[in-house]
Nanobody, 126 residues
Framework: QVQLVESGGGSVQAGGSLRLSCATN????????IAWFRQAPGKEREGVAT????????LYADSVKGRFTISQDNSKNSVSLEIHSLKPDDTAMYYC???????????????????WGQGTQVTVSS
């Protein structure tokens, strides 16, 4: 059973930073698209960043460009999301998701992602 284990959420004040991490097994991690989605109460799920762990190419939602950075750590089979200049609008449950091994087209379409983590809460106070 494939597991994605997220960590790093928390409560911060506006302007602060957080680093979220997502770890999985080597097969799921390698040559795959791994993304971060978020969902705020009453809002639709939104893809914010994705990375192809084979090519290291990244994609960001326009709403987070310049503040979010997605990166990979091959030694830990993990993908991280650094969030800077946090805003109250960033408050949401953040989910890590992975497509199937070998995926090459990294999208923000939730149905493209086969495996999902349990989520980690990010709360930003003004």
């Amino acid at each position: 059973q494939v597991q994605l284990v997220e960590s790093g959420g928390g409560s911060v004040q506006a302007g602060g930073s957080l680093r979220l991490s997502c770890a999985t097994n080597e097969y799921t991690y390698s040559d795959n698209c791994i993304a971060w989605f978020r969902q705020a109460p009453g809002k639709e799920r939104e893809g914010v960043a994705t990375i192809n762990t084979g090519s290291s190419s990244t994609l960001y939602a326009d709403s987070v460009k310049g503040r979010f950075t997605i990166s990979q750590d091959n030694s830990k089979n993990s993908v991280s999301l650094e969030i800077h200049s946090l805003k109250p609008d960033d408050t949401a449950m953040y989910y890590c998701a992975a497509q199937s091994h070998g995926a090459w087209y990294c999208s923000f379409v939730g149905d493209d992602y086969r495996y999902w983590g349990q989520g980690t809460q990010v709360t930003v106070s003004s």
